[in-house]
């Protein structure tokens, strides 16, 4: 919530027409509230609950396509947090909740749905006392050649640009007031949109002593400001709106213009609320102090905006989840209702609903098209990544039409017909036929795979557990452990 406080002139005050909801619920009594109305001096509060969000597909399709993503990059994630990239299926059972799997869904099925990013494979493991008959195998999934591939091209970029990673989390750092420090828990969720490694706390943390350090917190271990760099400390220059107009004869406006995304329409005192929050001087968000601001006012909105412009600048894609930005709201002097703060300013940010959680846009990052206007090199990767899926879900397709068109030919063939019906007369034919396989639907599995993995399952222990996870092969032998 956004509070503005201003005193106009007796002779205006009788012409100015505010809304109900603009003015803020005071203790007293109904006449007591009419009284206070016709004074000169007015409250106005710019609540959240008025905004009406309008959609833009535009951006909406980016969630999409990271929504499809998730479980890839999920389990991806997984299996470069092993030695050996390759994790048993039997494990990946107690990690349904980190890779939002729903329960009726096999764990199976989301594998075989990527053939082009991860396969599936079997190890020996040593027989046991209860298991002395032969010898037994132990299912597993790692990723694919041309996965790895583009993990080991991602890996050797970041390590190429670790200078440039480093110097936003030391302007993260510089951004969080009074004390300059933020919980490694909290940057774990917004790494990823920052573009940092996995790794980033045991190496990237460790590499630039001279910018920020670890330490232990009450809360946790913190990563904590070092020096300050006055060359990061400079805002993100605001967009120079006339020029953008394109117009030929350069003189000031008729009237006061704001700049909104194709399609959005807000009412009247929406826009003059902008209009004055445009007008308002700017606040630096890294040399000025949330502590030292007034609370719901301009000058304190026009901070909290600039925060998070700032983070959200310095993002892969410039956009994140909403959820990302509130776990920083103490650290970065950030309003309780953040959410309405972002929506009441779709000049600048645009909140899409599209997923599990809110995602949001930095509107100037984007153009009138939903098209990225400064393509980061991580994201070329990412790129590479989903046509290897694209083509995954095409591998999957043919494979199916040609199921189909063999059961066609079973079925069309008198021969065949014959041999099924002299050997199938008592009945269970219906047992063994195929069932109806739609070409357009993506989620389709398998529900026979559920009975698979129960042959892997094992007793539950303890998650990252070396000791119980069998040997691939005697160490003596140069073999290597799943760990």
Not at 50 to 65: E, G, I, N, Q, S
Not at 182 to 197: F, I, M, N, Q, R
Not at 227 to 240: C, H, K, Q
Not at 282 to 304: I, Q
């Amino acid at each position: 919530m956004a509070a503005l406080a201003f005193v106009p002139p007796p002779a205006a005050a009788a012409s100015v027409s505010i809304p109900s909801h603009f003015l803020t619920t005071l203790p007293f009594s109904v006449s007591t509230r009419k009284k206070y109305i016709k004074q000169p001096l007015l409250v106005i509060t710019c609540s959240s609950s008025p905004h009406k969000l309008v959609r833009d597909p535009r951006l909406d399709k980016h969630v999409v396509k990271q929504n499809k993503l998730r479980f890839v990059q999920k389990l991806k994630t997984l299996l470069l947090s092993k030695p050996k990239h390759f994790m048993p299926i039997y494990v990946l059972y107690k990690c349904r909740s980190y890779l939002s799997l729903p329960t009726q869904r096999s764990v199976l099925s989301m594998i075989r749905r990527y053939p082009t990013i991860f396969e599936l494979f079997t190890i020996p493991t040593p027989s046991t006392p209860f298991h002395a008959a032969g010898p037994l195998s132990q299912l597993c999934v790692r990723l694919t050649p041309a996965a790895e591939a583009l993990v080991k091209r991602e890996s050797v970029l970041k390590n190429s640009i670790a200078i440039s990673l480093a110097a936003k989390l030391q302007k993260l750092l510089m951004l969080a007031s009074p004390y300059h420090r933020l919980l490694l828990s909290k940057l774990v969720h917004l790494a990823p949109d920052l573009g940092l490694p996995v790794n980033f706390r045991s190496r990237l943390c460790n590499d630039h002593p001279d910018k920020f350090k670890v330490v232990d917190t009450s809360y946790g271990r913190a990563l904590e400001l070092v020096s300050w760099d006055s060359s990061l400390a400079e805002a993100l220059p605001s967009r120079d709106e006339d020029k953008s107009l394109g117009l030929i004869v350069d003189r000031p406006l008729k009237f006061k213009h704001l700049r909104l995304r194709k399609g959005l329409n807000i009412k009247r005192w929406h826009h003059e609320y902008l209009v004055k929050f445009k007008e308002f001087p700017d606040v630096c968000p890294y040399t000025t102090n949330p502590e030292e601001l007034v609370k719901e006012s301009m000058e304190a909105e026009k901070r909290a905006c600039a925060v998070v412009r700032e983070v959200l600048g310095m993002t892969v894609e410039k956009r994140t989840l909403v959820d990302h930005l509130t776990h920083f709201r103490k650290e970065f002097g950030l309003s309780n209702k953040l959410r309405g703060m972002l929506v009441r300013h779709p000049e600048l940010f645009y909140v899409s609903l599209k997923g599990q959680r809110d995602s949001v846009f930095l509107v100037e990052g984007y153009s009138d098209k939903g098209r990225l206007l400064e393509k980061d090199e991580i994201l070329v990767i990412k790129d590479e990544m989903i046509k290897l899926v694209v083509e995954g879900k095409r591998l999957r397709r043919e494979g199916r039409k040609e199921v189909l068109s063999c059961d066609t030919d079973m079925k069309n063939s008198p021969v065949l017909d014959n041999q099924v019906d002299d050997e199938c007369e008592d009945g269970l034919d219906d047992l063994f036929q195929l069932e109806d396989v739609s070409f357009e639907d993506d989620d389709d599995d398998d529900d026979d795979d559920e009975s698979k993995e129960l042959i892997w399952h094992q007793e539950e222990g303890e998650f990252w557990s070396a000791e119980k996870t069998p040997l691939l092969q005697n160490q003596n032998d140069g073999g290597s452990v799943p760990w």
